[in-house]
């Protein structure tokens, strides 16, 4: 069964319930904006239900008679479907980032008419993004990932087909910094990006979005790479989501 229709199947009977609806209401506005190529207007709020909700969910589904044990049931499975919302994203738009347009609004107030080299960019929607708010963007990918996924093909910015080490030899010279966002956990590709980049003249720098030590980029590159502090990643930092475990955040390399 679909996601959503389970999700919204499996609320209709908590539908009094508060702390349901909200969660139901942003999923289907990040679900709408991400539909429609855009990054989210604002971060996630966390969607999986706290262990203080409970009490109020267990009231609402007795008093629809619903048995103590199936409202139980319930409130695991639908705390199981919140917490999976990033997957179907993945799955069903090709969208990984979940950075938002109030971050790239503090990005660009801080980082103002920046060129960028977007390696991995999927679809295009972060450079479309980064565009919309001034910047320059060369957005490249070898769409590798279309083998295994089928969703999420449709681009919505003009995305170059190149592998990322082909596409900083041939533009890296011309940017200020190569972006790189979430870069697979299982590839020490991002450690060949990394040491690619310095070799060039101008030094841009590299901008990694992903979870440090978690779902993105290689422990290598954990392990070798120094992340340079920034007041402007600080700021970009607060406005990206924490809706559940994957902690997304940007990251300077110098």
Known sequence: MD??????????????????????????RCVQEIGQGQLLSRPLPILQLEQNCWLDFLAVGLQQSIPAEQ??????????????FRKYLQYHFGQ??????????????????K???????????????????????IATDSFAWQAENKTGRE?????????????IAKYGRQVDAV????????????????????????????IVIGEKFGVTNSQLFWQTQ???????VRLINRYLPQHDLVKEQVFLIR
Do not use: C
Not at 226 to 232: D, E, I, K
């Open 179 to 206: 972006l790189l966002s979430w870069s697979p956990d299982h590839d020490p590709i991002d450690v060949l990006i990394a040491q690619q980049i310095r070799q060039l003249p101008n030094h841009p720098d590299l």
């Open 226 to 232: 120094a992340v340079a502090f920034s007041p402007q």
């Open 71 to 84: 409202i139980e049931q319930d409130f695991q499975t639908l705390n199981y479907l919140f917490g999976n």
């Open 115 to 137: 060129s960028y080299l977007e390696v991995m960019a999927g679809n295009g929607v972060l450079a479309r993004g980064l565009v919309a708010h001034g910047q320059t963007v």
């Open 96 to 113: 990984w980032t979940l950075i938002s347009q109030q971050a790239l609004t503090i990005w660009t107030k801080y980082w103002p008419q």
């Open 3 to 28: 996601y959503l229709l389970k999700l919204q199947q499996l609320a209709r009977p908590y539908q009094t319930d508060f702390d349901v609806q909200v969660r139901l209401a942003e999923i289907k």
């Open 155 to 167: 681009l919505h910015y003009p995305v170059q087909d190149a592998d990322a080490l082909t596409a």
